[in-house]
């Protein structure tokens, strides 16, 4: 089962991977791990691709993450299960204010920062900001494009919609994987 799970920073993206992984046995990638550096550089988009392409012919994976936008359309193209949380902007700008605020000078288990994040927050909101005016847009029309394949598609607006939406998403995640 391939998993891919979307959405702005601060959604909760990783947490709920890990949460997935641990639940049905299926290993994890957290893209901000093999794109970025503690330095807080990133990697070449070539070098991403060529990870992410020893990652994704694999039976089962659950990939959480943004990562280079170039490369969203083919997870999603190889994706069994998208989940895609769309949450509200000032929302995800207040939690990765949080996030921030906590693992600031301190390492985060998702992240390779272990330095002043606070210093750096404004780059997080700019981040935020261009994904959700930009990218989460066009991201939309993508997952349109799916809508009617054999794809489960899951988007929730909030918290509270995924922790009700929750026991749906592996319902069908496990009826999947008994046919196959």
């Not at 799970?5 to 994890?28: D, F, V």
């Not at 996030?99 to 272990?114: G, S, V």
């Not at 700019?126 to 349109?144: C, G, N, Q, V």
Request: charged share 30%.
């Amino acid at each position: 089962m391939k998993i891919l799970i979307i959405g702005n920073g601060g959604t909760g993206k990783s947490t709920l991977a890990q949460k997935m992984g641990a639940e049905l046995n299926i290993p994890i990638t957290y893209l901000d791990l093999i794109m970025w550096d503690k330095n807080w550089d990133r990697l070449p988009e070539r070098e991403f691709i060529k990870r992410l392409d020893k990652i994704t012919p694999a039976k089962d994976w659950i990939i959480e993450g943004w990562g280079y936008h170039s490369t969203l359309a083919q997870r999603i193209e190889k994706a069994d299960v998208i989940i895609y949380l769309q949450y509200p902007l000032e929302f995800c700008l207040k939690s990765v204010l949080e996030r921030n605020k906590k693992y600031n000078n301190k390492k985060n288990p998702f992240d390779p920062f272990e330095d002043d994040r606070l210093s750096n927050q404004p780059l997080f909101e700019e981040a935020i900001r261009t994904m959700h005016k930009d990218y989460e847009p066009e991201l939309r029309k993508w997952l349109s494009q799916w809508e009617y394949s054999l794809k489960k598609i899951f988007v929730f607006k909030s918290r509270a919609e995924l922790e009700k939406g929750y026991a749906a998403i592996l319902e069908a995640i496990n009826k999947s994987r008994q046919k196959t």
